[in-house]
């Protein structure tokens, strides 16, 4: 490379720390209602010690809790802080742009290992702020498909079984790539080792009840409750009869080729297609002149073969799903400055860097005006709890129109154990209800309608603080005949809907 290359790529990963560190320096992550649940499942973590599930997914079954895992030191050392929780996210970033640079430095050079680096550095810094799941698997898919790769090339059993065991992970991170990925590889690996590979090699697959025994376990003391969804998730019928699959193939096809975030804000809404096209064009043309071929060749497979694969789902793709395969494509874009292309390419990719640091840009302009003020905003959701930390004795509750309020709750429960203040989920004379925004005119499922039946307060607030986002805080002084009418058992969803 260039000095004028390496400077500019590492301008690049200094930016995109810059970036991912953005809002974690502003005392503040994004505390949607996926981080929120992370948070109370570590809280869960850090009172049973051992989990065997993880949170719940988009399909009604459970994710491994390695992600859970993964999260729990930084839980532990911030005493439950998601400040320190969002430092740890940064660092993890930081992890992946590492490994990702050796992998690739390892299969096309140093050029793609650098484009590869300074690319993988910009797409997880748009993630750093608000971290769930779907990116643990994010983080091994480019480690698993270069330690498939190195099986290809040396048949050597420890890289069969590294490939398997991260597999594993991935499926422990997010069902929905690890299964297939998981299917695609030990396809792979039975049909080569049966025809003309070791056969020896075949008692790697012995691995796999054990990356799965969590759920084993769990399936065993629950009398086959997760097998039963499983089974009830892949033979659903729509109005008793086969389900129209037409609709489906659609919406594959156009995730495949559309969905790919190449920019990761195609302003003209055709770019990433194009970008996308053209990789899987000059895939087959370096396949066809045998160059890395079993690169491009697996890299097809596994694409491809996931959203075969994904047919299993009789729901539409989701966005969760695929996002973890980018830096795959990332890697595969890398490769090209390893090719006759380089110098064709070389300016095209230096300008997809800079289109994505200047959206980058846009985000930290648009996020910083949200701080402290956003709905999904850590420090707001800790700062309005911290109103009630006016009184010494009070119980308080939080409502949310999707009945289990974790972001909200988190940020009560964190704020009053940090102080030693309030009762959760109990009515006290000074009692405290944190209100999330609720649809207009709802009076329904609205908050009012909540507190009088569920929380079973007639009474009106003597003080009500409204934020501009929508939040409300209310505060009211009950009576001993408020304080004795009974709860609705429901009132605290706790995990079960996680």
Avoid at 376 to 389: D, G, I, P, Q, V
Avoid at 434 to 440: G, H, R, W
Wanted: charged share 20%.
């Amino acid at each position: 490379m260039s000095i004028l290359l390496k400077i500019g790529f590492i301008a690049v990963l200094v930016f995109s720390f810059v970036f991912a560190s953005w809002s974690v320096a502003h005392d503040d992550i994004i505390f949607s209602a996926d981080i929120g649940r992370d948070f109370h499942l570590l809280r869960e973590l850090d009172e049973k010690k051992i989990v065997l599930i993880g949170p719940r997914s988009s399909t009604g079954l459970f994710h491994g809790p390695f992600w859970t895992y993964l999260t729990y030191p930084a839980f532990v050392i911030g005493e439950g802080d998601p400040i320190v929780m969002g430092w740890y996210f940064v660092l993890l970033a930081v992890l992946f742009v590492i490994a990702n640079y050796f992998i690739a430095k390892d299969l096309f050079g140093k050029l793609p290992a650098a484009f590869f680096a300074a690319m993988s550095a910009l797409y997880t810094a748009y993630h750093a702020s608000s971290m769930f799941s779907p990116l643990g698997a994010m983080f091994f898919i480019p480690l698993f498909f270069y330690l498939f790769i190195k099986y290809i090339r040396t048949k050597k059993f420890k890289f069969l079984v590294l490939n398997i065991i991260v597999g594993g992970i991935i499926l422990q991170f997010q069902l929905a790539l690890g299964v297939p990925f998981l299917i695609l590889s030990v396809g792979y690996y039975v049909f080569t080792i049966l025809r003309k590979g070791n056969k020896k090699h075949l008692l790697a697959f012995l691995l796999l009840p054990v990356l799965v025994s969590n759920f084993i376990i769990f399936d065993l003391r629950h009398e086959n409750l997760y097998l039963n969804k499983v089974f009830g998730f892949v033979t659903v019928e729509e109005k008793g009869e086969l389900y129209n699959y037409a609709g489906l193939i659609r919406d594959r096809i156009n995730i495949a080729f559309t969905g790919v975030e190449v920019l990761r804000n195609d302003t003209y809404g055709y770019l990433n297609l194009i970008f996308f096209v053209t990789i899987i064009i000059l895939c087959v043309v370096l396949i066809k002149e045998n160059k890395n071929r079993d690169i491009y060749l697996a890299f097809l497979y596994f694409y491809f073969g996931f959203f075969v694969l994904s047919f299993i789902n009789k729901g539409p793709i989701l966005y969760f799903y695929t996002f973890p395969m980018f830096p795959l494509i990332f890697l595969i874009m890398a490769s090209f400055l390893n090719t006759k292309f380089k110098k064709y390419l070389i300016v095209p990719l230096i300008m997809i860097l800079i289109i994505n640091m200047s959206n980058a840009i846009n985000d930290i302009e648009g996020y910083s005006d949200k701080i402290g003020k956003d709905a999904y905003s850590w420090k707001f959701l800790r700062e309005a709890s911290e109103k009630m930390l006016e009184e010494n004795d009070f119980g308080y509750f939080v409502y949310s129109p999707d009945s289990v309020a974790y972001e909200g709750r988190y940020a009560a429960i964190f704020v009053t154990e940090q102080n030693g203040k309030g009762s959760y989920y109990v009515k006290k004379p000074i009692t405290y209800v944190l209100s999330a925004p609720t649809p207009e005119n709802d009076f329904i499922t609205g908050d009012e309608w909540w507190i009088k039946n569920k929380v079973n307060i007639q009474s009106d607030p003597v003080s009500v603080i409204k934020f501009e986002n929508g939040y409300k805080l209310k505060k009211y002084n009950l009576s001993p005949e408020e304080i004795a009418a009974p709860l609705d058992p429901q009132v605290d969803t706790g995990l079960h809907f996680r």
